[in-house]
């Protein structure tokens, strides 16, 4: 079955850098684009970035857009979120997705475009 395991989460402080990491298995990973989003509680989920499946093309949201960075290996089957210049408002529970249809970007920021999710890696930055 598919699986989606994040880790690398933590604490930091502001001015910091994470290396998130998300672990896939149970589907051919090269096929699928994949997205991290971050929710905090009483908080809808919120779109941080995307990434095609061939890993060519990558969409961010304008908050992080300059500090962090999506990318996948294929052989390993690992999707990543290098994030740094770390903020505040960067705390949050993470969680990666894969997309629902192969080979599709379309919706990349709407969570009901993803059919599968990990469990989340906390993310907590100070000021």
């Known amino acids: 079955q598919v699986q989606l395991v994040e880790s690398g989460g933590g604490l930091v402080q502001a001015g910091g850098s994470l290396r998130l990491s998300c672990a896939a298995s149970?589907?051919?990973?090269?096929?699928?684009?994949m997205g991290w989003f971050r929710q905090t509680p009483g908080k809808e989920r919120e779109f941080v970035a995307a990434?095609?499946?061939?890993?060519?093309?990558?969409y961010y949201t304008d908050s992080v857009k300059g500090r962090f960075t999506i990318s996948r290996d294929i052989a390993k089957n690992t999707v990543y979120l290098q994030m740094n210049n770390l903020k505040p408002e960067d705390t949050a529970l993470y969680y990666c997705?894969?997309?629902?249809?192969?080979?599709?970007?379309?919706?990349?920021?709407?969570?009901?475009?993803?059919?599968?999710w990990g469990q989340g890696t906390q993310v907590t930055v100070s000021s």
């Open positions: 149970g589907f051919t990973f090269s096929s699928y684009s």
């Open positions: 997705a894969r997309k629902n249809i192969r080979y599709d970007l379309r919706d990349y920021v709407q969570s009901r475009s993803y059919a599968y």
């Open positions: 990434i095609s499946a061939s890993g060519g093309t990558t």
